[in-house]
């Protein structure tokens, strides 16, 4: 599977973006997928998951209430709605995907095996 990611930008504290990942292949729906997200100089962290099926998520506390992860799987897509975006956020964000993985595992980098590009998205104060 190929992941494209999209929306980034350069916004304002409290403002909203929505990240888009398009993913190809016919079997999308079976793919878990993940929201990744790097900061300078700081390590790729989890903001958001969620299994093929859509029965299982997983949302960063850092994120909650924030940040809403949905998929629509008539387009291939997973969207990332961001609001009340803080200057943390900033960061360079991946959508990743992965088959057969479970709840547990939904925010671990190292068990995805497809990645996209990533996205900047910069929040000033």
């Known amino acids: 599977v190929q992941l494209q990611a999209s929306g980034g930008g350069l916004v304002q504290a409290g403002d909203s973006l929505r990240l888009s990942c398009v993913a190809s292949?016919?079997?999308?729906?079976?793919?878990?997928v993940g929201w990744f997200r790097q900061p300078p100089g700081k390590e790729r962290e989890c903001v958001a998951a969620?299994?093929?099926?859509?029965?299982?998520?997983y949302i960063a506390d850092s994120v909650k209430g924030r940040f809403t992860m949905s998929r629509d799987y008539a387009k291939n897509t997973v969207y990332l709605e961001m609001n009340t975006l803080k200057p943390e956020d900033t960061a360079i964000y991946y959508c990743?995907?992965?088959?057969?993985?479970?709840?547990?595992?939904?925010?671990?980098?190292?068990?995805?095996?497809?990645w996209g590009q990533g996205t900047q998205v910069t929040v000033s104060s």
């Open positions: 969620i299994k093929g099926d859509g029965g299982s998520r």
């Open positions: 292949g016919h079997t999308f729906r079976q793919y878990s």
């Open positions: 990743a995907a992965q088959r057969g993985l479970i709840s547990s595992t939904l925010s671990h980098s190292q068990r995805y095996s497809y």
